[in-house]
């Protein structure tokens, strides 16, 4: 005769507080703050200075809040419009695993700890610029721009490259010009990251009543202005190479070149539909490539200059 095991009633109850757990935690957009993470980490660790060991955890634990209190602020605006896309409709809030109210006390709890905890952990200047951050990415981006204008994403861009500023001035209360310039250039580096995307996914944006800039001007408006703004990214790796050695040179110009060919590419393909579209994809997965190893490249630079 076959045992039927059948769960506890503590058990059951384990198992739903581990799953609503997890569907909190999904309202953070892990993948969003692992950029947001390692871009802020790169500029603390290139900032003249250096924290106590506990602080510099601190910092980075303060920043990860923010930016996942941003992202759940964000998927509670949107829970509407992340039900008509493909792409969003499977999120914990569409399918009503959390509610709305406890999304929005989520996202309003983290961003006051996050903010608390920097100010705490470093001083008020990077706090305040946390602050900034989440208010921009929440307010100017997310409930103002996103959906009356097809520059939405040049404008809220910077909301995206403020987490190495904040880095930078957790360790030395301040900005330069150094650390301004990789700010435009994740302010740069986001049209085209989002507009590729956009290109293969326009029927998702459509749908959700998004103007990206494909749906407002067309594809062929929008990959020239992706080639502007990759060739942008050419000037951005040369500024940047006053401040590092021939090796970030070498190596980043090598990526914004690549990421040129990949955009003027496009343009080949603007009649294929389905080679478009793959070549759109490409150009989105290459872009997450670039900045990752911009950055680890501006670090490797600057940990090896410390140590000649």
């Not at 059948?6 to 507080?17: A, D, G, M, T, Y």
């Not at 996202?107 to 006051?112: K, Y």
Request: glycine letters at 6%; proline letters at 4%; hydrophobic letters at 55%.
């Amino acid at each position: 005769m076959t045992n039927i095991l059948i769960p506890s009633k503590e058990h059951r109850q384990l198992n739903f507080l581990l799953l609503k757990i997890y569907h909190y935690c999904s309202l953070l957009k892990p993948r969003v703050m692992y950029l947001a993470i390692f871009t802020s980490l790169v500029g603390m660790l290139i900032a003249p200075g250096q924290l106590l060991p506990l602080d510099f955890f601190l910092v980075i634990l303060a920043i990860s809040i923010g930016s996942g209190a941003a992202g759940a602020l964000n998927m509670w605006y949107e829970k509407d419009t992340d039900k008509l896309m493909e792409r969003t409709k499977n999120r914990a809030l569409p399918l009503g695993l959390i509610s709305s109210n406890g999304a929005l006390s989520f996202g309003i709890f983290l961003s006051i700890i996050s903010i608390v905890l920097l100010y705490f952990s470093s001083n008020l200047f990077s706090a305040g610029l946390l602050g900034l951050t989440i208010f921009y990415y929440v307010f100017i981006y997310t409930i103002w721009l996103k959906k009356i204008t097809p520059q939405n994403i040049v404008i809220g861009g910077a909301a995206g490259a403020f987490p190495p500023m904040i880095g930078w001035s957790a360790v030395t209360g301040s900005l330069s010009i150094e650390i301004f310039v990789i700010f435009l250039l994740i302010f740069l580096w986001t049209p085209p990251h989002f507009w590729s995307l956009a290109l293969y996914k326009s029927e998702d944006y459509k749908k959700a009543g998004i103007p990206m800039m494909p749906l407002v001007v067309g594809k062929k408006s929008t990959v020239n202005m992706i080639i502007y703004y990759s060739l942008s990214l050419v000037v951005m790796t040369l500024i940047l190479s006053f401040y590092y050695s021939l090796f970030f040179a070498i190596l980043g110009l090598a990526l914004s070149s690549i990421f040129v060919y990949l955009s003027i590419n496009l343009r080949r393909f603007i009649d294929d539909q389905i080679n478009f579209e793959r070549k759109a994809q490409n150009l989105f997965y290459f872009s997450i490539i670039y900045l990752f190893n911009i950055f680890s490249i501006i670090l490797v630079d600057n940990l090896l200059w410390d140590h000649l």
